[in-house]
C-alpha cells in the first residue's frame, strides 16, 4: 500500500485475489535455513492479522 | 403526440416510477412550445401528488419517495426555464431548514423537491441554523411557512428555540411554522409549539397546502 | 473477585442468558444504550471522552456504578478521533473540530463510491476498499509514502491503545463489579456497509432502481467481509455471549419486496453464518420493522437480540417466539417525562413484552444526548424493575 498512488485502471480483470499480508506460510518461504521455535514465529507472525484486518475494515468503512 | 397526451403520461410514468420514459417524455416536451411546459409541470405535481397518496396508503415506502424526488429534481430546471421568467404561479412561499446543531438534510431536501413540485416556493436556508437566522430570513424573505427539520434528538431544544425566537419577534401571526423528523412526537410538538408536526414528508406537504388554501 | 461479585456476576449472566434464549429468568432483565450520553451524565464533553481514553471508562464506569444494570453496555460505539484525526478521515464530524465540543457524532451523507464504481467492487470488494476507497474517505493515506505509512501506522498506534485500555477496563469491571459488557465484536450486512459508508444512503436509494443488478451483486461479493468482520472484532474465541452487535439501517426504506431482493439474501444468511460458528447477535432495528416481522420470524430462534425502536408491542405478538425483544421506553418519555409516567409505561411495557420471557428492558434507542434520558427516570425505573420486575411477582 505505501508505494501505491492511485489505481488508474477501469477495471480489476486479469488481477489476483487482494491480499493485504501474508500468512506464515507464506512467508517461511522467504527463508531458506531451518528456523529455530519455528511455531513461536509463526504463531506471532499470524497472530495479529484479525486485529489487522478489523483495524483496516473499520479504516475504510467507519 | 400532442403536448396533453405526452403530459398526462408523464404524470402516469412518474408515479409508476419509470424515470427513462420521464426523462423521454420531459425531452419530447420541452422540444415543443412553453405551453407544453406548463403542463408538464403540472404532470410533475399530478404524477408527485400520486407518489405520495402510494406512499400513504403503505404501497411505497420511503426508497420510492426519494427516487420519485429525485427524479423531478432532476428535470424541473429544465422545464422551469422553458416557461417565460415570471408566468410561474406559485401557491405560497415556505423557508426550509435544518436546525442549529444538526447537520442532517437528507429529510428535509426530499421535503423541499415535493414542496417545489407542488407549486412552492422554496427557500432552503441550508443545515445547521440559528434561531435568529430563521427570525431574519422571515422578514427577508416573507414566506407563508416555515418548516424546521431536524434527526437527531439533539433538534429538539433548538426547534423550541427557534419557534420562541419568532415569538420574540412578534411574528407569529405571520407564518406558520410545521416541525418535521425522526425524533419528533406529539409530546415533543406541543413542548416546542409550533403550529403542526409531521415524520412523514407526504403528510406534511398535505398540511402546508391545507395553510396556503385557507390563507 | 469476592464471593458477592462472583455471584452477582453468575445471577446475571444466567438472567441475560436465559432471556437471549428466549426463557423466563428470575426477573426482566435492564440494560440502557448509553452511548455518548455518559459524558454529560458525568459531566464531561464528548470531545474530552473521545480524546483521553480513561474519561471515557470513567464515565462508563460512573453508570455503572450509580445504576448497575445487568449488563454494561460497552463504550465501543464512542470510536477514539486520535485514530480519525491520524489518518485524516472525512467521513463523519466530529465533537470539538466540526461540532460543539459536547455533540454527538454527525454522519453527512457521503459516496465514497460512485455508481460506476460497481464492476470494481464486485471483482474485488476488499481491494476496492483498501486501495481506492481507503485513500479517498482518509486523506493521509493518498498521500505519498512515507506520509500516509506514518499516518498508518499513527492510527494503528492510536487504535491498539484504545482496544487495550477499554478491554482492561471490562475485565477490571467483572472483578469489580460483577458485570459483562452486553456487545463484543460488531459488523453489518453487506448492503448497510454500502449505504451507510461506500455509496451513501440517497446513492443506494437511487442505485435499487437504477442498477438493481449490480446492488445484488456487490451484497453478494460483500458478504465475505462481513462475516470475518464480525468475527475479527470479537475479540476473543466464538461465545454465545457478550453479542456481535449489527446496527440496521436500511430495512425500514425498503418495500417488503425489495427488502427481499436486496436487503435478506446477505442479512440472513450472516445472522445463520454467525449463529452456526457459535456466535449471538444484537440488531439494532431501527424505526418500524412491523412490514418486515415475517422475515425476522425466520431468523434462527434464541439467537437474536433485537433491540426495537418501535412497535415492540407489536414485535411480541408476532416474532416474540424467535427473536429476544429488548426495548419498550421512547426517549421522549425518557429524555422529557416524569419519573412516575416512565414507571408506569414500564410497568404498562412489561406487562405485555415480559410474559413467557425472552425481554430486556431498555430505551427503544441508544441515548447520545443529553435530553435523551433524565437521570431521574433511569433511576426510577431501574428501582421499580429490580422490585417489581421478577416473574414470580
Known sequence: MPEKTQPSQDSYEGQEPYVFTIPWSEKRKEFDVSLANEEMIAMDWDMHENLLFFYLMWLGTY | MTGETAASQLAEALAELDEPKVLQLVDQILSESPESASQAIAAIQSGMDQVGERFQSGEYFLAEMIFAAEVVKGVMPGLREALKAGSQKTIGKILLGTVKGDIHDIGKNLVAVIMTAAGFDVVDLGIDVRPNSFVEAIKEHQPNIVGLSGLLTLSIDPMKETVDAIKAAGLQDQVKVIIGGNPITPQIHEMVGADAWTNNAAEGVAICKKWVEVQ | MSENIEQLFQERMARLNTTIALGEPDRVPICFGSETWIASYSGITIQEMVYDYQKLIGAAEKVIQ???????????????????????????????????????????????????????????????????????????????????????????????????????????????????????????????????????????????????????????????????????????PPAPFPLVFLPLHVPTYLRPVDFEKFYWPTFSRLINDLASNGYKCLLFLEGDWEPHFPFLAQLPKGHVVGLMERKIVEAKKAIGDTICLMGGLDVDLLGYGTPEECVAETKRVIEACAPGGGFILSGGKALLSPNDAKPENLMAITKFVKESGGYDA
Request: with cysteine.
Open chain 3, 66 to 236: 450509580d445504576f448497575a444494570w445487568d449488563a454494561h453496555w460497552p463504550p465501543l460505539g464512542i470510536w477514539p478521533a486520535p485514530v480519525f484525526n491520524a489518518v485524516g478521515q472525512t467521513q463523519y464530524l466530529m465533537a470539538g473540530s466540526d461540532l460543539d465540543p459536547s455533540s454527538t457524532y454527525q454522519w453527512p451523507d457521503r459516496s465514497p463510491m460512485s455508481a460506476e464504481d460497481y464492476p470494481k467492487f464486485i471483482a474485488d470488494p476488499m481491494r476496492f476498499i483498501f486501495d481506492e476507497m481507503m485513500p479517498k474517505r482518509s486523506l493521509e493515506l493518498a498521500k505519498p509514502y512515507p506520509r500516509n505509512t506514518v499516518a498508518l501506522a499513527k492510527g494503528g498506534i492510536a487504535f491498539g491503545m484504545y482496544l487495550t485500555q477499554l478491554g482492561a477496563a471490562f475485565g477490571r469491571w467483572v472483578e469489580q463489579y460483577g458485570v459483562a459488557p452486553l456487545l463484543g465484536g460488531i459488523s453489518d450486512p453487506a448492503m448497510d456497509f454500502l449505504s451507510d459508508h461506500y455509496r451513501g444512503f440517497q446513492g443506494i436509494m437511487m442505485d435499487i432502481k437504477r442498477h438493481p443488478d449490480e446492488v445484488v451483486a456487490a451484497c453478494e461479493a460483500m458478504y465475505p467481509l462481513t462475516l470475518r468482520m464480525a468475527m475479527a472484532s470479537f475479540g476473543g
